[in-house]
């Protein structure tokens, strides 16, 4: 493969294209731009959570999950027990899942 030959052709199609080549560029640029700026957030973000935390006096923070899904499909039989009928109609009558 002759090298240079591919180099002036590279330089040919590089005149020819130039409005192909500067939006190409102009596409890089924003898209590094845009990763650049959203892990910059990410990160500032990160760091006023930490001070946040700092300032509480605390070094050691649980996190507790509260989701129950057991309620979500408990709530027809308890609405049952308060005499909701709309309940009872919705579930069906034997108040299974």
């Known amino acids: ?3 240079l030959a591919l180099f002036g ?3 040919r199609e ?4 130039r409005l192909r080549r500067l939006l190409s560029i102009l596409g890089v640029i924003i898209g590094t731009a845009a990763v650049i700026a959203s892990l910059a ?3 500032g ?3 006023q959570l930490y001070s946040y935390i700092e300032k509480l006096g605390v070094n050691v923070v649980f996190l507790e999950d509260r989701y129950e899904p057991e309620a979500f499909y408990d ?3 308890r609405a049952r027990r308060r005499g909701c009928r709309m309940a009872w109609a919705a579930s069906g009558p034997t108040g299974s899942r």
Not at 14 to 17: E, F, Q, S, Y
């Open 14 to 17: 590089l005149n020819v294209n």
């Open 1 to 3: 493969m002759d090298y």
């Open 45 to 47: 973000g990160r760091g």
């Open 75 to 77: 709530a027809p039989a």
């Open 9 to 11: 052709k590279l330089l």
């Open 41 to 43: 957030v990410v990160e």
